[in-house]
């Protein structure tokens, strides 16, 4: 006998190992810097530049890279920045052998920058890091038998979902923006901060296409040695190369903003007026598409004894994708701003997921929005301050329920504005993103082989030639069919019946089939 064979490859998560670890270090300020007086902002990334396995242990190296902006320690505190690294290395305890691929999820840090003295700082770090395993897996189905003898086939169509592509790539963001009339010209930057925004992604034919918003913020000094800023929101978009693809496919798509680099250009008289901006965007990629299966579910014949291997195999088919937004509006009562604050120059925001329960309504999400915001303050001594808080949030993302184990879930702040509202007051608005990718499981219980025995001679003689059958509930031709060594064709032509469908009580005739008609 002959099986044809389907092979289906499917993406599967594995379990995720979350590791916390503290750096702390002291850094001496670079001669080319001004003293250090006090701290206006600080922010830092991790950047993982190695993961390998050593024995129980998944060793983690890599930098911190930390930025500062502070007010220098002079007569008149001008604003200054300074940026630096600091090595790291991690061993992360794995409770069982990796299971697939190892892959960095997330890696996020909380810094703290105190000053020693003018010249050196102390940095503190609580550094997390979340490590995922991956894997794709390809299965076979069997979907025909072929061979010499009849072989009387029952099948069952499953529509499953197959991974058609997955990989890694990147994608150069590279934009400029133009100072508008009323900024002075750009001297020194003294500090950046872009960040990923809305983004879309969109299967084509052999690419995925990208559209996407930067938030840019650069603090700058001009030529005067004025402060001033440039706060905007810039599109861009593109396509990476995915050969194969075409438009209808599902995907999943994971974008990380890494690399960026902002510096001053000159316009076209010659002046500093234009900031560009250079980032690289890794793109994650796994491509699906659904196709409809015709499996073996059942055989028989009628001269041999049938036994089949069977082993359950678990697929998937795609439940939904949900693409939705939360919004959030808070007006904040801040009585330590209330006479301090001028203006508020940018804002920043980040998502913390407490608690995500699939329930039959959807995914109940509770978390919180962390956010910061730099504001101009009446103090000269210190001209900016920032405010550092967090908004209390609800969402449930409707998804038709379904099991929480199959569900694929990420988020991020798409829109996020602080206003000042008077006496204190300041208003939050946030627009919040969350996407799903459901699958649901598919059990299949698949024939992997059969053992075919022929019957003897008498015991084909013994078999009863006619059999008159009340039908019970659960009762199909085809089961009727295969008990009493005869076709589905058959039972239908002695009954006259058009149709497969019988009933509880229906009284049927069996004719055992004549093998020699075969």
């Not at 991974?163 to 002075?184: H, M, N, Q, W």
């Not at 840019?216 to 050969?243: H, Q």
């Not at 908004?391 to 038709?400: K, Q």
Request: aromatic fraction near 8%.
């Amino acid at each position: 006998m002959e099986y044809l064979k389907k092979e289906i490859r499917t993406f599967q998560n594995g379990k995720t190992v979350n590791d916390q670890f503290y750096i702390d270090d002291d850094y001496n300020v670079p001669d080319a810097k001004k003293d250090v007086g006090r701290i206006i902002i600080s922010d830092g990334t991790l950047q993982v530049e190695e993961m390998k396995q050593v024995e129980n242990y998944l060793k983690v190296t890599g930098k911190l890279e930390f930025r500062v902006l502070y007010t220098a320690d002079e007569t008149i505190p001008e604003p200054a920045s300074l940026e630096g690294r600091i090595p790291f290395e991690e061993m992360i305890y794995l409770e069982q052998e990796p299971d697939g691929n190892l892959v960095l999820k997330t890696a996020d840090v909380d810094l703290t920058v105190t000053v020693i003295h003018s010249r050196k700082l102390n940095i503190k770090t609580l550094a997390e890091i979340t490590i995922g395993m991956e894997k794709c897996v390809g299965e076979e189905l069997t979907t025909d038998i072929e061979g010499e003898n009849p072989v009387f086939k029952k099948t069952k169509e499953e529509e499953l979902l197959k991974v058609f592509a997955t990989g890694k790539d990147t994608y150069r963001i590279k934009e400029e923006v133009s100072l508008s009339g009323t900024k002075e010209n750009i001297g020194t930057i003294l500090w950046t901060d872009v960040t990923g925004g809305k983004a879309d992604t969109q299967i084509g034919t052999d690419e995925l296409l990208i559209q996407g918003e930067l938030n840019i913020f650069c603090l700058y000094e001009s030529v005067e040695e004025k402060t001033d800023w440039i706060n905007r929101t810039v599109p861009y978009e593109g396509r990476i190369e995915c050969m194969g693809t075409v438009p209808g496919m599902y995907h999943q798509a994971s974008l990380n903003l890494t690399d960026v680099n902002v510096e001053a250009r000159m316009d076209e008289n010659g002046e500093m007026r234009i900031l560009g901006i250079e980032a690289t965007l890794e793109v994650r990629l796994v491509v699906y598409e659904e196709e409809k299966i015709q499996i073996l579910e059942d055989m028989y014949m009628l001269d041999h004894v049938c036994v089949p291997d069977i082993k359950e195999k678990k697929y998937f088919r795609l439940k939904l994708q949900n693409h939705s937004k939360c919004r959030i509006a808070e007006e904040l009562t801040l009585p330590e701003l209330k006479d301090n604050i001028l203006q508020i120059c940018y804002c920043k925001g980040k998502i913390q997921p407490e608690s995500t329960k699939a329930e039959e309504d959807g995914i109940h999400i509770e978390g919180v929005l962390h956010m910061m915001f730099l504001y101009v303050r009446e103090d000269d001594q210190m001209p900016f301050g920032v405010w550092q808080g967090m908004v209390p949030f609800t969402y449930l993302l409707e998804n038709g329920g379904g099991e929480p184990e199959a569900e694929e879930l990420d988020w991020t702040v798409e829109q996020l504005s602080v206003g000042l509202m008077g006496n204190g007051e300041v208003e939050v608005k946030a627009v919040l993103a969350f996407n799903c990718f459901q699958k649901e499981p598919v059990m299949v219980q698949n024939i992997e082989s059969a053992k075919f025995t022929p019957m003897s001679t008498e015991e084909l003689e013994n078999r009863p030639g006619i059999v008159g059958y009340f039908v019970k509930n659960g009762d199909t031709l085809w089961n009727l069919a295969k008990k009493y060594n005869t076709t589905v064709e058959n039972i239908k032509e002695v009954n006259h019946m058009e149709k497969e469908d019988v009933n509880k009580g229906d009284k049927i005739l069996i004719f055992k089939q004549n093998l020699s008609i075969l």
